[in-house]
């Protein structure tokens, strides 16, 4: 053991994880070292970041060792942080809340930054945030994190960091944990989207359809735990239950023969409808999977993941989850780019010969693996097709489907007011087919609506115009917008303080931070502003019927966030609902964005009024105004406390008074 212990650090790398990947390693186990001694040895100087990786991901008593707060990561990366000072990464900077600015414009860097005080054991977090937030303000999202790649070490480093600050517990540090999320969110984006351009150049395999509909599971869901290798593990257990009831069919089919990962295929129609017969039974008698017809609309139902754990979902996630299973099998299904109804064909014909539409039969995976003649393909849909739309389809083809059937949802969204589908959906879209006019054009319309990322706007005008002269008008219009938007942002002087000691402000009663209720509809919010009178355009306030209230639009309005999702202005006197329009500068939806517009409700019968027995409220967007939940109301963060300077004395008043008389209630 000395002799091992002596050797160079890179020697001792493989003699590590050679080590403690045997199952009887004895006493002269490396990873039966005490930790320091094993910490001294991976701490030589010698390993780069790559080996220290490797010998992690080998057992859990050495990843145990290499974790993040312990001191060999410190130690990795002692040398590479000061060339990350040098670069500029975390100049004036000193808690993980100034991430909130690398959000904003570029424009708006000189606004007030977030300063809550930062929670104990958060050095290593802090750099992380340090360094993200200033890497993230000039380079995202057009040129990425290309700094932080040129640190030397890991993404992983970094992302174990995001994680540790979302996984941290109570109910403080809800700013950090909301642009935690959103940083995270976007590094595993871009990972996940470099992946699938990769996967796109390579040549079709069956394999491949699953695989490329997992790439886009992953990129709309990037904070879930989804890999292919569970996914492929779960479709396994499947097959196995399969062969199981094959087995009972024929116990010397040849498919009972077959081991993981061969691509054998059976020629015999009569083996492999056996095959068909025992997916059927166990696909839909046995684990009961079924088309969902009561939810279809739902973007749950193409993501894999769900498809499985649900065991349900639409034509297309239904039928690659039937293919992936057949091919495994032995039986040569194909994938059908049929319209309004996705199928595969199974072949009836002799190998080799000329073969037209009607030597195939087509299986319908939604209707529970019924097999259909051409004619029967045309009922089900309604209508008559030619025989080009019966043909075998790419994976590439497949998945700009399901990417399309997500646009689509995108479009139909109504209380996400961020639109993250639709914004997922295009970068999917783009990234397969980069030079598609209308959607380039829709995404730029799209960030102009939400008044994000006005550089990223110009460079995709720029593009459209490249590529299509005669969107001219379009694009012109978008530039003029764009650029004036980019002035006023550099023109504002800081942000609007409003304080309730003043004569105007007289009439507001509630106060940010005081967690509401609905009499009526009993829903729970949270206010995270408000405005003496409403602030909404001649538009809103016409199609609100706001008039119609005892006070109009004389009156206070309020911000709040609602525990289905949604922000709502609301008056003060009736519960005046606009559901989705949280105050973001932009007025009412416009139509031309070419989007579902949301429906706005006006009632004006019924009280917001104090909730005595106040609950978290499960809104994305808590984060973005409030540090903390202290049982009773939410405390404002830094950033939202400069505009309402006076608020926080009167919600400690409220409260007192509220809890006070409660308990004298009780008594």
Known sequence: MAAVAGDSAMEVVPVLAEEAAAEAAGPSCLVQLPGEVLEYILCSGSLTALDIGRVSSTCRRLREVCQSSGQVWKEQFRDPLPAAADKGLGRGLRSPDGVASAFRDPASRSAPRLRPPAPPGSERASFVAR????????????????????????????????????????????????????????????????????????????????????????????????????????????????????????????????????????????????????????????????????????????????????????????????????????????????????????????????????????????????????????????????????????????????????????????????????????????????????????QARLYFHLGIWPEKVLDILQHIQTLDPGQHGAVGYLVQHTLEHIERKKEEVGVEVKLRSEEKHRDVCYSIGLVMKHKRYGYNCVIYGWDPTCMMGHEWIRNMNVHSLPHGHHQPFYNVLVEDGSCRYAAQGHAALATGLARSGLGPRRTWLGLQEQVLVLDSTENLEYNVEPQEISHPDVGRYFSEFTGTHYIPNAELEIRYPEDLEFVYETVQNIYSAKEDTAE
């Not at 540790?164 to 984006?189: D, F, H, P, S, V």
């Not at 037209?356 to 089900?380: R, S």
């Open 131 to 442: 360094s993200v937030q200033d890497v993230y303000v000039p380079a995202v999202p057009c040129n990425g994190f290309s700094d932080i790649e040129n640190l030397e070490g890991p993404e992983i480093f970094f992302e174990d960091e995001l994680v540790c600050i979302l996984n941290m517990e109570g109910r403080k540090a809800l700013t950090w944990k909301y642009y935690a999320k959103k940083i995270l969110y976007y590094l595993r984006q871009q990972k996940i989207l470099n992946n699938l351009k990769a996967f796109l150049q390579q040549p079709d395999d069956y394999e491949s359809y699953l695989e490329g509909a997992v790439y886009i599971d992953q990129y709309c869901n990037p904070l879930s735990d989804i890999s292919l290798r569970d996914i492929q593990a779960q479709i396994h257990s499947i097959v196995e239950l399969v062969c199981k009831t094959l087995r009972g069919i024929n116990s010397r089919h040849p498919s009972l023969t077959f081991r993981a990962g061969e691509s054998s295929m059976i020629m015999e129609i009569e083996l492999q409808s056996q095959v068909l017969d025992a997916i059927n039974y166990v696909l839909y008698d046995q684990l009961k999977f079924k088309g969902n017809r009561m939810d279809y609309y739902n973007a749950l139902n193409l993501y894999m993941h769900q498809v499985l754990t649900r065991r349900t979902g639409i034509p297309i996630s239904m039928s690659l989850l039937y293919l992936t299973i057949a091919r495994q099998l032995g039986v040569p299904l194909e994938p059908v780019n049929f319209p309004s109804h996705f199928l595969l064909r199974w072949c009836q014909g002799a190998e080799g010969a000329t073969l037209d539409i009607f030597d195939y039969i087509y299986i319908d995976a939604f209707g529970k693996g019924k097999q259909l003649t051409v004619k029967e393909c045309e009922y089900l849909i309604g209508q008559h097709v030619t025989a080009a739309l019966y043909g075998v389809v790419n994976v590439k083809k497949v998945l700009q489907r399901m990417v399309g059937n997500l646009l689509s949802l995108g479009k139909r969204e109504g209380i996400d007011q961020s639109y993250q589908l639709l914004r997922d959906s295009l970068d999917l879209y783009l990234a397969m087919y980069p030079d598609q006019v209308q959607l380039l054009l829709l």
